[in-house]
């Protein structure tokens, strides 16, 4: 409780500290809104933004912290889905833009991301009808052991990409003069017999600025029932769904089914330093100014906005369908024109259907202050006001919390560095998104999907030290329950060649019930 009451603090928003409830949640973007679910090169999933775990970011004071920006899209990747695999989209703009002045407006630093494919066909003679080539029974190609140069022969499709700093309105190029390549899909053994080396590679340090980035595909830590929750919140335990034991226990999925469990997803992961998004650009932190506001955002190649993600409940579980697309190709400044949405968001009337359970009543001013206002910024009566706009905040004031110690459940188990205090990786954003959007009965009465951790990550329990992509032969360092504790901070992607889904029914596999 003292997280919650911190933040709350810092946040300055009474009516968090008063019910425990109103550190409103977010859950993923996959397949939220209707146009988006046909082109998931530009389907924004995840957006998360968190001070930076790792050891150097974690020990250091407040002026010498990192903060993470993480960008996923392509939902859903079965890691066997070949021979073309997931690439990020040629005529498609990604953007990380943060907001550091408190006007709602996040356009003070923006960070652009541009992919541009590339053919290499093979040496000689030899061809193949795939995109990645490597076996060790043929000699000229025994397998993709680097992303250039030798030992990348066997990539005969391969992506590279620009990194461009917008900083009120004048445009720098980062890494300039250097090649940076997309991390290909995670093939199998025989053709990427070292992947997590050939993985680390993709990570890119410019000397100038201290940024790092890294895109390419990594195992989708977003965990959640979403059979049960997309069959109309059909849970496969009523109310009480969880004891007090089972719901405080962060590595035991008690009963839910994780959809997303072996699949991958396509990365855009930035870390840049603390003082280069304060607002005044290079020089010492602004204190007085500690929470910024983010959101990353899809264009396509005419310039318009695709789709666009923070909080990513909004569009997902409180804007209604006949609005989804409209509030994906909006500037979240505009948000007052949604804002009826969140003062009687239809999810909550639902959830009172379906559970019995009573939820709080309309209008919701604690859902507009918390996803559209900053700290000390006044609701309008019950209008948004001005500025009204739908950011992800994040304090960096917060020292973060090291990946062993981190809580699921973020604010709400005492952990202040997690959800609501920006987003990482491995929050549980479902159960916290139906405890409030129903309000304090599903919160006393534990309600949740049953799915409490990423079971099965890729190199879960590995902790060689530090030194994921700059030390030869280093692993990189997950926790038991799948939280990477090293930048960029997602698991290495699920290999193709041998990952196996078990449905309920399948023999070993978990009930459906």
């Excluded at 720098?172 to 199998?188: A, C, D, M, T, Y």
């Amino acid at each position: 409780m003292n997280g919650i009451k911190r933040f709350g603090a810092t946040l300055t928003i009474a009516a968090m500290a008063t019910t425990a409830l109103t550190t409103m949640a977010q859950a993923a973007s996959h397949r939220e809104a209707p146009w988006v679910a046909g082109a998931p090169r530009a389907d924004n999933t995840d957006t998360y933004a968190f001070v930076s775990y790792d050891e150097a970011s974690a020990s250091a004071p407040v002026g010498q912290r990192k903060a993470t920006f993480i960008l996923n899209v392509i939902p859903g990747q079965d890691p066997d889905d070949g021979p073309n695999y997931f690439e990020f989209g040629q005529r498609l703009v990604y953007k990380i833009s943060i907001d550091n002045d408190r006007d709602g407006v996040a356009d003070d630093v923006v960070y652009e991301f541009n992919f541009e494919n590339e053919s290499r066909p093979i040496a000689g003679s030899l061809n193949f009808p795939v995109v990645y080539v490597g076996n060790p029974a043929v000699s000229i190609l025994p397998g993709i052991t680097s992303l250039d140069g030798d030992g990348s022969e066997g990539i005969t499709r391969r992506q590279t990409y620009t990194v461009t700093e917008v900083r009120d309105g004048q445009r720098r190029q980062l890494f300039e003069g250097r090649k940076l390549i997309s991390v290909p899909s995670n093939v199998g053994p025989a053709t990427m017999p070292d992947y997590e080396d050939l993985a680390s590679q993709g990570i890119y340090t410019d000397g100038a600025s201290g940024v790092r980035v890294f895109a390419g595909q990594r195992a989708e830590t977003f965990y959640i029932d979403l059979g049960a929750v997309f069959d109309t919140v059909n849970l496969r335990r009523s109310p009480p769904a969880m004891t007090a034991q089972e719901d405080q226990n962060d590595r035991v999925n008690p009963f839910g089914i994780n959809r997303f469990s072996g699949f991958n997803v396509n990365t855009i992961a930035i870390e840049v330093p603390v003082r280069r998004i304060t607002s005044d650009g290079l020089g010492p932190l602004q204190t007085q100014n500690p929470v910024f506001g983010m959101y990353a955002s899809v264009d396509r190649e005419d310039g318009t906005q695709a789709s666009r993600l923070a909080n990513p409940l909004i569009n997902e579980l409180i804007i209604d369908t006949p609005a989804k697309d409209g509030w994906n190709a909006s500037p979240p400044e505009n948000e007052s024109t949604f804002q009826r949405f969140y003062q009687a968001p239809s999810i909550a009337t639902a959830l009172n259907l379906i559970f019995g359970l009573s939820v709080p009543s309309t209008p919701r001013p604690d859902l507009m202050s918390l996803f559209l206002k900053y700290p000390g910024q006044a609701l309008a009566g019950q209008a948004c006001g001005s500025p009204c706009a739908e950011l992800l905040r994040l304090d960096v004031r917060v020292p973060p919390t090291r990946a062993e110690n981190q809580k699921r459940l973020g604010g709400l188990a005492g952990d202040a560095a997690g959800f609501p205090n920006g987003r990482r990786p491995n929050d549980d954003v479902t159960d916290i998104a139906i405890r409030v959007v129903g309000g304090p009965d599903f919160a006393n009465a534990r309600v949740g999907d049953g799915v409490n951790f990423v079971k099965g990550a890729p190199g879960a329990g590995t902790s060689d030290g530090p030194g994921y992509g700059a030390t030869a032969g280093n692993r990189l360092d997950v926790t038991v329950d799948g939280i990477a504790k090293e930048f960029p901070f997602l698991p290495t992607a699920y290999a193709g060649r041998n990952t196996r889904h078990i449905d309920c029914s399948e023999q070993r596999g978990t009930t459906c019930d």
